[in-house]
């Protein structure tokens, strides 16, 4: 075997990956397509820090703000402990590969809901940003909507 069909054999291998149900999936062994995947985990991954960090922590510790809000909306300490909690899991399951499509559509819900309270409860002051993050939100669930039926398999199998 050649040096070249070595290296081109040993990159397609490398670019494959195995499901949990032991089907081979092949993935772009271009180096456009190793560049955007690393730029989609990227963008996964600064989300679910936001999300954990920005967005979670301070309904979860109580923070002020996050209880002043909560309390104009009529929600109190369990709706934002609640909504903090989403966000948490949301933030994990970013990062849980067969959970990640499903958790960019839970957390664009998440952010609609957000924005409808933003335009109807605060006047629409900051109803941008629950719009701005709905892009990269839908940009992962689409990209990684083939786990969806990882997904499927191992709630059918009952994992």
């Given at each position: ?5 070595a ?8 670019a ?23 730029a989609l ?14 967005s979670?922590?301070p309904?979860l ?10 309390d ?9 402990y ?23 559509i839970a ?47 191992l ?5």
């Amino acid at each position: 075997m050649s040096e070249t069909t070595a290296s081109e054999a040993a990159a397609s291998e490398a670019a494959a990956s195995v499901t949990p149900a032991g089907v081979v999936v092949g993935e772009s062994a271009t180096p456009r397509g190793r560049r955007a995947r690393i730029a989609l985990r990227g963008l996964q991954v600064l989300l679910a820090l936001f999300y954990a960090i920005a967005s979670a922590l301070p309904k979860l510790i109580g923070h002020e703000s996050a209880a002043e809000s909560f309390d104009e909306l009529g929600w109190g300490s369990a709706g934002m402990y609640t909504i903090g909690v989403l966000e948490l899991a949301g933030a994990v399951a970013l990062l849980i590969p067969v959970l990640q499509s499903v958790a960019a559509i839970a957390l664009s819900l998440l952010m609609v809901g957000a924005f409808v309270v933003q335009i109807a409860v605060f006047g629409g002051e900051y109803a941008a940003t629950p719009l701005i993050l709905i892009l990269p939100l839908a940009l992962i669930a689409w990209a990684r909507r083939g786990h969806n039926a990882d997904l499927v398999r191992l709630l059918r199998r009952g994992v």
